[in-house]
Structures are given as C-alpha cells and as structure tokens.
C-alpha cells in the first residue's frame, strides 16, 4: 500500500542536542509538509516543499531546517531543540494546484512524538 | 488571515446516536475542505475530502456537506460506535505556488460510550 512512514516514532532528546526526524512516502506526491502539533492543539505548519522548492512559514522559528534529497524523502532537523519543541511532528505530502483545479488530499504519516529532556 | 472554528469543542454521546460536528471558516476562497481523525498519538487519517464545486461527500456512515458562502461544513455521522471515538479536524485549503496550503481547526474530540 502506499503510505508516508515517518521514524522513529519516538524521539528523546536532551536540551540543546540536534535531532534529525525523517519522512519517506511511497505516493509519489510533488508536495511534502511538515507540522508541529502540540497537545490539544491544532497542526501547525512549519513548511513545506513542491518539488525541491522550499516554503517556509513566516512564524517557522529559524532553529527548524528541512532538507529533501529526492520526491520520496524529506527530513526535518531541530539545530538546539528546547523544552518548548517537545511535541509531535507530522509530515504529510499531497498532490499538486494544476491550472487552478484542486487534485487529492493530504496523506499523514504517523507522527514522531519528540521529547526534550 | 484564515481562521478555523471547531463545534464543540468535546462531545460524549450514547452508542447508536447521530451525530453533526461543526466547522466554520473566515475566508471562502479555499479549493477544498478535508475532514480528519486522530486517535491519541497517532497522526490524521482522511475521512472526506470536499472540493469546493462540491456540496456534499459521503463514506459508509459519514456525510460530510460544504457551504462555501457561508464558511461552514458539517460533518454527520451515523449511528456512533465506540470505535469512533477520536478527535475530529477540518482543514480548508487554500493554494500558493501550486501547492494547498492548509489552515486546521483545533479539532473535536468525540467519546462515544456503550
């Protein structure tokens, strides 16, 4: 089946350690986001890349850094993770906006549930 | 800037009852609504998928319908079942750059009890 696999799916860190999550999709799909979900709230997107090109959000706070080496992979990487990174990271693709008709949906991964200790 | 408003925020009903979440939207330009579920530390699974010519999709028990104008989308289930107990987020989308780029509600967590 095609899917979005994301590892590891739990991650502890201590304070100011890099960490490197990573996304793998199987769909094919131009489009790849990465979202922040904090408990209770909703998803918040940090950014995105169509293709190789990256969209950063404006609020995206500059320690979170993505890179995507090719359409199946994306990673995202927290340069000095701090206690209020602790959360949940979603990546998600979809399909492109072609000639203004919206195509698909968003598929999710399962998540990585980071810890910062 | 697009706001999402999720109704209620948390609902616990009986088995077997029907049932309608509510979305509501600030801006109608968007191309397509989606409908979501979570279960605790999982990620989302897509319900429903409504692009925004449409007014109404369905899956087995679920009906999700679209009023673009008036920024609202509701979603129905039917005859709720233990197992659908989650928590349920719309997302509008909008585009930019060839890319949909979503805005989501906080969601509505649902407990539905034997």
């Known amino acids: 089946d095609a899917m979005v696999i994301q590892n590891p799916r739990y991650q502890v860190t201590q304070f100011g350690k890099p960490v490197t999550l990573s996304c793998s999709q199987t769909l094919n799909h131009n489009v790849m986001y990465w979202y922040q979900q904090k408990s209770s709230q909703a998803p918040k997107l940090l950014f995105h890349?169509?293709?190789?090109?990256?969209?950063n959000e404006a609020d995206t706070p500059d320690n979170f850094q993505s890179r995507r080496p090719n359409t199946s992979f994306c990673f995202l990487d927290i340069r000095s993770p701090g206690l209020g990174d602790a959360a949940m990271y979603l990546c998600a693709t979809s399909s492109p906006l072609r000639g203004g008709r919206a195509l698909g949906e968003q598929f999710f991964g399962p998540g990585t549930r980071l810890t910062v200790l | 800037k697009q706001e999402v408003t999720q109704i209620p925020a948390a609902l616990s009903v009986p088995e077997g009852e029907n049932l309608v979440l509510n979305c509501s939207f600030t801006d109608s330009a968007i191309y397509n609504l989606q409908w979501f579920r979570q279960d605790p530390g999982k990620g989302l699974t897509s319900l429903l998928l409504i692009q925004s010519s449409q007014r109404e999709q369905t899956s087995g028990r679920l009906n999700a319908s679209l009023d673009k104008s008036s920024g609202r989308s509701t979603l129905y289930i039917a005859a709720s079942q233990p197992g659908d107990s989650a928590t349920y987020l719309c997302?509008?989308?909008?585009?930019?750059?060839?890319?949909?780029?979503?805005?989501f509600g906080r969601g509505t967590s649902l407990i539905v009890h034997p």
């Open positions: 890349y169509y293709d190789k090109d990256f969209n």
């Open positions: 997302a509008v989308n909008r585009g930019r750059g060839g890319s949909y780029i979503p805005t």
